[in-house]
Nanobody, 125 residues
């Protein structure tokens, strides 16, 4: 079970921090990623972080602006989003898979994943 939260309305150039809370077993045993879906667009991978070695991956459009991290005490994966742009407006979702490669398959074929509830991020110009 994953619970995404932290979305909101922010002006361009502003910041938000999203949280993906997980159960202990889900957090410890899975690679966790953030995805987003903008109106009228396909769902896309944004960032992911490995549970074993901390490897991270970012889509090119957010590199240098977004930072993903794991809070082991709170069993939460955080997505710090800075220098937000209107094109970052989307519903943000988190996903988990036991392997890095498995989550990359979700990255490639997001329509095959059983998605939970996301959190809305709106960036005004």
């Amino acid at each position: 079970q994953l619970q995404a939260s932290g979305g909101g309305l922010v002006q361009a150039g502003g910041s938000l921090r999203l949280s993906c809370a997980a159960s202990r077993s889900t957090f410890d045993d899975n690679v966790i990623a953030w995805f987003r879906q903008a109106p009228g667009k396909e769902r896309e991978g944004v960032s992911l972080i490995s549970n074993s070695d901390g490897r991270t991956l970012y889509v090119d459009s957010v590199k240098g602006r977004f930072t993903i991290s794991r809070d082991n005490d709170k069993r939460t994966v955080l997505l710090q989003m800075d220098s937000l742009k209107p094109e970052d407006t989307a519903v943000y979702y988190c996903a988990a898979d036991p392997t890095f490669e498995g989550l990359l398959r979700v990255w490639a074929f997001p329509q095959k994943y059983n998605w939970g509830r996301g959190t809305q991020v709106t960036v005004s110009s």
